[in-house]
């Protein structure tokens, strides 16, 4: 047996002889190097000890006299987990209800094998919210385009009448759905492929938001699609949004071909871009959508597919599954977060106080045309693009707005995203575009 001791909780917890709060930042890198798998190349010389109010989160930096371990600050979250904190931080109402689940209601765990009572308001809720028939839960967001792509792959079998194992599924150029070797299948990042092959046939990738493509693709192999699988907006290749009218006419050309529209909304849904799920902006109804991130309220990672009857309805007992897919305490943390998207109005403020933030990126770039290239987004997903430079660098603004109190993280060399919490006030949203406007005057 393995000699090991673990005691203690917050700052006192302790695991044999490293007591987290003796560790200074240096000390947990190092760990992390040792000891992880490497794969995150996290910003330096900075660690995150907890929250302090819903958009605010304080994190520990070297102590500059080297007298403590490291000294504490505070910084506006402009990231918010990659959307998965779309409620804020340890939102009340959520928090209550998983402290009143566990310690009053009584049902972490069971399997989907004997049915639980929290599972029917999971599925009241989230067939509510996406106004779809039918909803499949799962865990990790990868979870929801892989089973998107399973279901367009069956339905295609059974109800389109594609010929056994020669379906074919269109994704877009600069797709990110995850790391499943069938989300990397899908993808064209090379360092997200390097080394994972043999891949996931039956795939094809048109690029995004350009509809002459598409439909020379569904003219020439549209018998064989089943499923369009793509994001409205794609978060991941630096908030790409489309034209306006890119999404009815992508719907009307699937309406042709019998092809399925199934939505990856892991990252812009839940009120991110303003709606409540982004295909809402434009009008457009998907066949399947997938959602993941805050679904799960920054709590707990949940995700679930949502579709209609027909597709869905391509499921037999056995073909699908997962041990933690709404399972009790995902069930309900799943229905409350869900209950604050409503209530809290997370969209409307999105639209506002994205606006709000819009309006500071145009005018930093009225100020620096020669040093921001573009500016985007829809709602609180917004991202500004640098020129092409080696001065002009995501890692290096990050940095920089980290000593101003600001987290925000590069997408590609060129382009920052800042996707704060949707219950930001205005105030933060003027402080986070200060922070941003005087690093990018300085370089
Ligand atoms: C659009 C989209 N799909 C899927 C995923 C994967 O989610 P997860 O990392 O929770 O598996 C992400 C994550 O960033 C995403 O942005």
């Given at each position: 047996m393995?000699?090991?001791?673990?005691?203690?909780?917050?700052?006192?917890l302790t695991?044999?002889?490293?007591?987290l709060?003796d560790?200074?930042?240096?000390?947990?890198?190092?760990?992390?190097?040792?000891k992880g798998g490497?794969?995150y190349?996290?910003?330096?010389?900075?660690?995150?000890?907890?929250?302090?109010?819903?958009s605010?989160?304080?994190?520990?930096?070297p102590?500059?006299?080297?007298?403590?371990?490291?000294?504490?600050?505070?910084?506006i979250?402009?990231?918010?987990?990659?959307?998965?904190?779309?409620?804020?931080?340890?939102?009340?109402?959520?928090?209550?209800?998983?402290?009143?689940?566990l310690?009053?209601?009584?049902?972490?765990?069971?399997?989907?094998?004997?049915?639980?009572?929290?599972?029917?308001a999971?599925?009241?809720a989230?067939?509510?919210?996406t106004?779809?028939?039918r909803v499949?839960?799962?865990?990790?967001?990868?979870e929801?385009?892989?089973?998107?792509?399973?279901?367009?792959?069956?339905?295609?079998?059974?109800?389109?009448?594609?010929?056994?194992?020669?379906?074919?599924i269109?994704?877009?150029?600069?797709?990110?759905?995850g790391?499943t070797?069938?989300a990397?299948s899908?993808?064209d990042?090379l360092?997200?492929?390097?080394?994972?092959?043999?891949f996931?046939?039956?795939?094809?990738?048109v690029?995004?938001?350009n509809?002459?493509?598409?439909?020379?693709l569904?003219?020439?192999k549209?018998?064989?699609?089943?499923?369009?699988?793509v994001?409205?907006?794609?978060?991941?290749?630096?908030?790409i949004?489309?034209?306006e009218?890119y999404?009815?006419?992508v719907?009307?050309?699937?309406d042709?071909?019998?092809?399925l529209?199934?939505?990856?909304?892991?990252?812009?849904?839940f009120?991110?871009?303003?709606?409540?799920?982004?295909?809402?902006?434009?009008?457009v109804?998907?066949?399947?959508?997938?959602?993941?991130?805050?679904?799960?309220?920054?709590?707990?990672?949940?995700s679930f597919?949502?579709?209609?009857?027909?597709v869905?309805?391509?499921?037999?007992?056995?073909s699908?599954?997962?041990?933690?897919?709404?399972?009790?305490?995902?069930?309900?943390?799943?229905?409350?977060?869900?209950?604050?998207?409503?209530?809290?109005?997370?969209?409307?403020?999105?639209?506002?106080?994205?606006?709000?933030?819009?309006?500071?990126?145009?005018?930093?770039?009225t100020?620096?045309p020669d040093k921001?290239?573009?500016?985007?987004?829809k709602?609180?997903?917004t991202a500004?693009?640098?020129?092409y430079?080696?001065?002009?660098?995501?890692?290096?603004?990050?940095?920089e707005?980290?000593?101003?109190?600001?987290?925000?993280k590069?997408?590609?060399?060129?382009?920052?995203?800042i996707?704060?919490?949707?219950?930001i006030?205005?105030?933060q949203?003027d402080?986070?575009?200060?922070?941003?406007?005087?690093?990018?005057n300085?370089?």
């Open positions: 393995p000699k090991l001791s673990i005691h203690g909780y917050g700052d006192d695991i044999n002889n490293f007591r709060g560790l200074s930042p240096a000390e947990h890198e190092k760990i992390d190097k040792e490497r794969n190349n996290p910003l330096e010389n900075v660690v995150v000890s907890h929250v302090k109010d819903s605010t989160l304080i994190c520990r930096k102590s500059e006299n080297g007298v403590a371990a490291y000294i504490e600050e505070e910084l979250d402009g990231l918010c987990c990659y959307s998965a904190v779309n409620q804020g931080q340890l939102n009340r109402t959520i928090v209550d209800a998983v402290v009143k689940h310690t009053e209601e009584k049902l972490p765990t069971v399997p989907r094998s004997i049915r639980h009572k929290y599972m029917s999971f599925l009241l989230t067939t509510g919210i106004e779809m028939d499949v839960p799962k865990v990790a967001g990868v929801a385009p892989e089973l998107m792509f399973k279901l367009s792959r069956r339905w295609g079998y059974k109800i389109k009448g594609v010929p056994q194992n020669e379906a074919i269109v994704a877009a150029n600069g797709n990110f759905h790391r070797v069938t990397v899908m993808s990042d360092d997200a492929r390097e080394g994972f092959g043999p996931v046939p039956g795939i094809e990738l690029p995004f938001n509809i002459d493509a598409l439909t020379s569904f003219e020439s549209g018998e064989k699609i089943v499923a369009f699988l994001e409205p907006i794609q978060g991941e290749a630096g908030v949004v489309p034209d009218d999404w009815t006419q719907r009307a050309l699937c042709k071909h019998n092809i529209l199934a939505m990856d909304e892991v990252q812009t849904g009120g991110r871009t303003g709606a409540n799920f982004a295909h809402q902006l434009y009008n109804k998907p066949d399947l959508m997938g959602c993941g991130k805050a679904a799960g309220g920054g709590i707990l990672p949940v597919v949502a579709g209609s009857d027909e869905i309805g391509v499921l037999t007992p056995g699908e599954g997962s041990t933690f897919g709404g399972y009790p305490l995902g069930a309900v943390v799943g229905v409350y977060a869900i209950k604050v998207l409503i209530e809290e109005k997370l969209a409307e403020n999105a639209k506002i106080r994205g606006a709000q933030l819009m309006s500071h990126f145009e005018n930093m770039q100020d620096f921001i290239k573009e500016v985007r987004g709602g609180l997903l500004f693009e640098m020129q430079s080696p001065k002009l660098d995501g890692h290096h603004v990050s940095v707005l980290l000593k101003r109190g600001v987290y925000a590069e997408t590609h060399h060129s382009t920052v995203r996707a704060p919490a949707l219950t006030e205005a105030w949203i402080n986070i575009a200060e922070s941003i406007w005087n690093v990018i300085e370089i």
